[in-house]
């Protein structure tokens, strides 16, 4: 059975940073891109960063709101994918997933999903 487990989310203000988590057991980590999703409060699913499968890290992709500020990476060692997230925003307040890819390169695609873990930004 594949599970995704995410950790690292929390309150903070404006303009700190968190680091979240997602460990993944049940399948190989290996050979998957993986990517980060969020939802806010009324608002539908969004795509947030994404990485591609290598034994050296990946190349990544990120939505346009996050560039500069989000960076995903992944440890293949530990099996697990993280998600750097520095000058948070009010606007960045949403349940963060962390979601498995069904290739090596990110297509959109996903196999699989975590539970998410809350992040909130107070103003």
């Known amino acids: 059975q594949v599970q995704l487990v995410e950790s690292g989310g929390g309150l903070v203000q404006a303009g700190a940073s968190l680091r979240l988590s997602c460990a993944v057991s049940?399948?190989?980590?290996?050979?998957?891109?993986m990517g980060w999703f969020r939802q806010a409060p009324g608002k539908e699913r969004e795509f947030v960063a994404a990485?591609?499968?290598?034994?050296?890290?990946?190349?990544?992709v990120y939505t346009d709101s996050v560039k500069g500020r989000f960076t995903i990476s992944r440890d293949n060692a530990k099996n697990t994918l993280y998600l750097q997230m520095n000058s948070l925003k009010p606007d960045d307040t949403a349940v963060y997933y962390c979601?498995?890819?069904?290739?090596?390169?990110?297509?959109?695609?996903?196999?699989?999903w975590g539970q998410g873990t809350q992040v909130t930004v107070s103003s």
């Open positions: 990485i591609n499968w290598s034994w050296s890290g990946g190349s990544t």
């Open positions: 979601a498995a890819g069904t290739g090596a390169r990110w297509s959109g695609g996903t196999s699989h």
């Open positions: 049940g399948r190989s980590f290996s050979g998957y891109a």
